[in-house]
């Protein structure tokens, strides 16, 4: 069974500031684990995603992700927050299975506010 | 190229009804996968299919069914409308099994 749990349902900072949305995930298999952002009345737009190989993982908009097997963690950071960033953050885990692949196991969410 | 289409975008049914929501995805596109997404909930598996075959199931009851299409668009069918039913159903394609996700803008049905 897979779990995602994204601590803090929503996160304020300041414009330029460092942001932090954590997620801890729990999977029986390998894991495949994602962030995925929602703007307001749209669909989900893929972050990142990591799958195998290199445990830190660059995606779009100046946001990365650490995957760290021991602390079962993917937390997504980007360095300097811009107020285009408010928005929902959703992390996500999946099996490494081609038939679960496509199965992802969403957290709650993180509202993220951006303060001018 | 078009992104994933869901049809209609809104949508007002009442207690009892059934409805279906139509996803085209995008072209060369195999899986189809559709979540539901609600405040109380959050974001929920529905099924996953594949060249027509349902390929994953999540933990909904059987008044939510799908199917796919030769050409990969698919529809999923919800019967007998509950007040919960309302929310957002989200489509996502995808070539095949280990490739990203692409999600449709969803469709937003109230049940009333």
């Known amino acids: 069974a897979q779990s995602v749990t994204q601590l803090g349902s929503h996160v304020s900072v300041s414009e330029g500031a460092l942001v932090l949305l954590r997620c801890n995930y729990s999977s029986s298999v390998p894991p495949y684990l994602f962030w995925y952002v929602q703007y307001p009345n749209q669909g989900l737009q893929l972050l990142l995603k990591?799958?195998?190989?290199?445990?830190l993982v660059k995606g779009i908009n100046g946001f990365e992700a650490e995957f760290k097997k021991s602390e079962t963690s993917f937390h997504l950071t980007k360095p300097s927050a811009h107020m285009s960033d408010a928005a929902e953050y959703f992390c996500?885990?999946?099996?490494?299975?081609?038939?679960?692949?496509?199965?992802?196991?969403f957290g709650a969410g993180t509202r993220l506010a951006v303060h001018p | 190229k078009a992104g994933v289409t869901q049809t209609p975008r809104y949508l007002i049914k009442t207690r009892g009804q059934q409805v279906t929501l139509s996803c085209s995805p995008i072209?060369?596109?195999?899986?189809v996968s559709w979540y539901q997404q609600t405040p109380g909930q959050g974001l929920q598996f529905l099924f996953e299919?594949?060249?027509?075959?349902?390929?994953n199931k999540g933990n909904f009851p059987g008044r939510f069914s799908g199917r796919q299409f030769s050409n990969s668009r698919s529809e999923m069918n919800v019967s007998t409308l509950e007040l919960g039913d309302s929310a957002l159903y989200l489509c996502?394609?995808?070539?095949?099994?280990?490739?990203?996700?692409?999600f449709g803008p969803g469709t937003r049905l109230t049940v009333l």
């Open positions: 990591y799958t195998t190989g290199a445990t």
């Open positions: 299919y594949f060249s027509e075959t349902q390929r």
């Open positions: 996500a885990v999946s099996a490494s299975n081609p038939g679960g692949y496509n199965k992802l196991i």
């Open positions: 996502a394609s995808s070539f095949s099994g280990y490739n990203e996700q692409f």
């Open positions: 072209s060369g596109h195999r899986s």
